[in-house]
């Protein structure tokens, strides 16, 4: 068996230390280490959606967990990301969130006391944790690093803060009592479950996120911002990737080390679709080679450290010129992207700028003969183009890349636009390389553009207006980083 560090094979590397009475040799001598921690950006505005949370629910007790661990493999773990709802109302962030935390509104009077019941800092010395620090592999501080102290947080977070293993006191007593479920299992078995009380707590935490204020705005835009110097950096790349096996490995690391770089990590695993590959809308095996003459699909996001993510799609000619057939393809979706653009605008029906892009899919399909079943794409009854198309045009962005997913279809889909939204704009075309329907010269081309934009007082702003659209800039673009 494979000796490491004289430990005999992983598991036993890895295990937990077993614990020794009052810290062994392990207490005692160690400096003082406080840290100061100012109040995070974001801290101000979590308190102010607090606030509406109270308002929202007076009475009652909203508990709100921020999830934990999930084991990837064995004694390894993914690495942990929060749930949205919980990073909203606490504005924490990166790798300074602690599993396991909750946050929970009691009612008192007319508003709540909101506490947050989260892991300390491992001790060192005594009392009945007094091993974590050493002897925890999933939680001690020799093992996964320093947590912050319960005043830090509370100074950092501005909310006050208690040990988690108070929590259970705090969830005592004949209160009514909204959960949000399935992210903390001693939380649900604790409180019983109220399902709709519950599910009514889960779209108002989804639609408390549909208009964003002006520094989740300015995270959104720095979070943009990375991901478009990460495209910057594959084009860079991308006549190394095609010596590669699998160049699209080889796109995606380099993307990714930007995210890593500039960013906390990816707000969705990244998306690096050469050749046929690009008509599957998910394509995230990335195993395929990167060939001149054909095209490369890239949808990725940076996910800055407050979780804001962008997302961003480019269809990149991998020689740095488009065939006249690619470039049919490209400028139709560009058209279409162009016509959803254009509708964007306050007081706007959130389907309008999908209804614009697909109008001119349908349109231009049809110019082309593609009438899959002898009818015309382009009638008003017709969603016959979906075939080539099949999802949407865009989505709300935010903490979630897909954001507000939970929010009712009133406020969302079926809404109306209003500033502080932000959103994608990003239609494609998919032909299918067993496609009988197209051309064969169609066949396997997947093209989509994506940007994203902020929904201001009198239009809409492109926060990814530095990355090319047109086919021709891409071109221009892509020869100067070549």
Not at 176 to 190: G, K
Not at 260 to 280: E, K, N, P, Q
Not at 341 to 368: K, N, Q
Request: proline content about 6%; glycine content about 10%.
């Amino acid at each position: 068996m494979k000796e490491r560090n004289g430990l005999r094979g992983t598991s036993e590397a890895h295990r937990d230390v077993p614990a020794t009475e009052n810290g062994g040799p392990f207490r005692g001598g160690w400096a003082d280490t406080a840290l100061k921690s100012p109040p995070l950006p974001g801290a101000a505005y979590a308190a102010k959606r607090r606030s509406a949370v109270s308002e929202r629910f007076p009475g009652e007790r909203i508990v709100v967990p921020s999830g934990g661990l999930k084991v990837r493999s064995n004694d390894f773990d993914h690495p942990f990301r929060p749930h949205s709802a919980y990073v909203h109302l606490t504005a924490e962030e990166g790798s300074s969130a602690v599993p396991d935390s909750v946050l929970v509104f009691e009612p008192t009077g007319g508003s709540h006391a909101v506490t947050l019941f989260t892991r300390p800092r491992s001790p060192r010395d005594g009392g009945p944790n007094g091993t974590e620090f050493h002897g925890d592999r999933r939680y001690g501080e020799f093992w996964t690093g320093r947590r912050r102290t319960l005043p830090e947080t509370a100074d950092a977070l501005g909310v006050e803060v208690a040990a988690r293993d108070d929590l259970d006191r705090a969830l005592r007593g004949n209160v009514p009592t909204r959960v949000l479920r399935f992210e903390d299992s001693y939380v649900d078995a604790r409180v019983p479950p109220s399902p709709q009380a519950d599910a009514e707590l889960v779209v108002f935490l989804s639609e408390l996120r549909l208009v964003k204020d002006a520094w989740e705005i300015g995270q959104l835009d720095g979070a943009v911002d990375c991901t478009v110097a990460g495209f910057h950096d594959v084009v860079g790349e991308l006549r190394h990737a095609t010596r590669l096996e699998r160049g699209e490995r080889w796109i995606e690391g380099t993307f990714n080390r930007r995210a890593r770089l500039g960013g906390h990590s990816l707000g969705f695993d990244t998306i690096a679709a050469a050749g046929a590959h690009a008509c599957v809308l998910h394509w995230m095996r990335n195993d395929g080679p990167v060939r001149d003459g054909d095209l490369l699909l890239l949808d990725a996001g940076v996910e800055a450290d407050s979780f804001y993510t962008g997302d961003l799609t480019r269809t990149l000619p991998v020689d740095g010129r488009f065939t006249d057939t690619q470039r049919r393809v490209y400028d139709l979706v560009h058209a279409a992207q162009s016509a959803g653009i254009a509708a964007l605008r306050p007081g706007a029906r959130y389907g309008d700028f999908h209804t614009a892009a697909m109008r001119v899919i349908a349109e231009g399909l049809d110019a082309w003969g593609l009438r899959p079943y002898g009818a015309s794409a382009a009638t008003a009854e017709s969603d016959l183009y979906r075939r080539y198309t099949v999802c949407g045009s865009g989505h709300m962005l935010g903490l979630d890349c897909h954001d507000c997913a939970g929010a009712r279809g009133e406020t969302y889909l079926d809404g109306v636009l209003e500033a502080g939204h932000v959103l994608t704009v990003e239609p494609g075309l998919y032909f299918q390389p067993d496609d009988l329907t197209v051309p064969e010269e169609l066949r396997g081309i997947g093209v989509r553009i994506e940007d994203d934009f902020v929904i201001t007082d009198d239009g809409a702003v492109c926060l990814s207006s530095e990355l090319p659209r047109d086919a021709d800039e891409v071109e221009a673009w892509m020869a100067a980083l070549r």
